[in-house]
């Protein structure tokens, strides 16, 4: 197996574990404190179910400062437990369209389960790589980035896809971890590619 593999096969892994016990320890921050932490409000996540947040991993509250209209078709890519996909499925309403995408069968299971009690009708699910989006191209209005780009080093086929399938004109609202200063070579094993 390749490094890049084995590099997406940890990072999965540990992405499922926080949907399948989001209250044991994790390498990374999540859960409602650490949502409302980095901006969610309080009162927004009271009306969202608790599966959408317990299980949060992302980076900033995207979905939340996101400026996603009435009617638009909305991609969130890397969707995680579904706490961005409500919010944006709210914005969005009845006319618009949200496509929830993550290459965690385990995530996606519990963004489904989410959206579900939150009677989200206009969400849809696919499993699939960041890196290689079953899409057509120009389809997208608006696409949410919550913190994929940092753990997945084929992050220029990402945002070539992200290209491909946003309309002229949309727009990609992303959030990412970033060092200030490159990391030593030593430090880049699976094992702590999470801190």
Known sequence: MSRQN??????KKAYSLVAEMPSAKHPFPSGRNFAESIGYPAA?????????????TGA???????????GSV??????????????????????????????????????????SAA????????????????LPDSLIDIAIVNGILNLNPERSKIFSE??????????V??????YNKPRPKSACSIEDWFT
């Open 6 to 11: 084995q590099l997406k096969e940890g990072v």
């Open 44 to 56: 927004l996540l009271d009306s969202i179910p608790a599966s959408a947040y317990e299980s949060f």
């Open 60 to 70: 900033s509250n995207v979905s939340v400062f996101a400026d996603i209209t009435a």
């Open 74 to 115: 909305v991609l969130d890519l890397g969707c995680g437990a579904g706490l961005d996909a409500i919010i944006a499925s709210r914005k969005t309403g009845k006319a618009g369209r949200v496509i929830c995408l993550d290459f965690s069968e385990t995530m996606l299971a519990k963004a489904r389960m989410s959206a």
């Open 119 to 134: 009677g989200c009708s206009n969400i849809e699910f696919l499993l699939a790589d960041a890196e290689s989006l079953p």
């Open 162 to 171: 992200l290209s491909r399938v946003v309309k002229s004109g949309g727009s």
């Open 173 to 178: 609202y992303a959030a990412e971890l970033v």
